[in-house]
């Protein structure tokens, strides 16, 4: 008993040592950063006024309405394209099948988003595969604009958290007895009835766990918005960016980090009133 327990906190250790040192050190740092400005004399005072730059400056707010507007269509595209694939895996597929297609799900994150997003900078350009596959067959003469647009910035984007949306909706799929379609098909009811008030409500925590964890990973995502995006695509990411390494700012980049999980936690909060969703109760 004795030995086992000595084992268990001689791993916990290293785990709670590295959790505190890189990750809750460094974020209390700068959180107490983010109310600290220089006055006029040079002294640093504590101030609200790094957090009152966000609201003072149409900028910042106009572009984080616009990344949190961009965060919800995604979110909601990821549940559109993902959930006929998820039920076809988990209740119409054969299991000699769908562990082989869940498999072919999981590549995206083996590779990487760097080079995906750079993948899809190589389909997408103008003289890239989709391009040049279009002229071939004939529909356009000259290459159109797809790269460095907001299409091109959503399609990474959605490329890049389908996978966080499907497991989630995959998992809570699973559990669901086909008795129940084939009951209600029984009684006369329609395709549409039995998707609205049978698979949808019984599917709901796992869409509710897939959308927050996928709202989560766009709203904050860095990489594909600056390579795919436009120059009117500006992310909320990289205004924190700007401050933190452009304008050496760190104390409005600290505050506007702050910001971001705030009010993004509030978005999903609201979410979950709305939807009439338990937090407790998504993903079990």
């Given amino acids: 008993m004795r030995k086992s327990k000595f084992i268990f906190y001689l791993l916990l250790v290293p785990v709670l ?22 006055n006029d004399s040079g002294d640093k005072v504590f101030s609200f006024a790094n957090y009152l730059t966000f609201f003072s400056d149409e900028i910042y707010w106009r572009t984080f309405i616009n990344t949190a507007l961009y965060a919800i269509f995604i ?16 209740k119409i597929a054969s299991k000699k099948y769908s562990g082989f297609m869940t498999l072919l799900l999981l590549i995206p994150i083996w590779i990487g988003e760097l080079v995906t997003i750079y993948g899809w900078m190589i389909l997408l350009g103008d003289h890239g595969v989709v ?3 279009l002229i071939y067959i004939g529909l356009i003469d000259t290459p159109i604009k797809l790269l460095y647009t907001d299409f091109s910035m959503s399609v990474g984007l959605l490329y890049m958290s389908m996978l966080f949306m499907i497991i989630p909706v995959m998992s809570t799929l699973e559990s669901l007895d086909n008795s129940l379609i084939e009951a209600a098909s029984d009684l006369g009811a329609s395709k549409w009835t039995i998707f609205t008030k049978i698979i949808i409500p019984y599917a709901m925590p796992g869409i509710t766990s897939g959308a927050i964890i996928v709202f989560m990973l766009v709203i904050g995502d860095y990489v594909a918005p600056n390579l795919l995006g436009g120059k009117s695509s500006l992310w909320f990411t990289e205004q924190i960016y700007n401050n933190f390494l452009a304008t050496f700012n760190w104390n409005v980049g600290a505050a506007f980090g702050f910001l ?3 009010l993004s936690s509030v978005i999903v909060w609201v979410a979950l009133k709305l939807s009439g969703q338990k937090l407790e109760r998504v993903g079990s």
Avoid: G
């Fill in 17 to 38: 040592l590295w959790l505190i040192s890189l990750i809750v050190l460094p974020h209390i740092q700068l959180f107490i950063s983010s109310f600290v400005i220089e």
């Fill in 75 to 90: 979110t909601f595209l990821a549940f559109v394209v993902t959930f006929p694939v998820a039920f076809y895996i988990t």
């Fill in 131 to 133: 391009n040049n596959f």
């Fill in 260 to 262: 971001l999980l705030f």
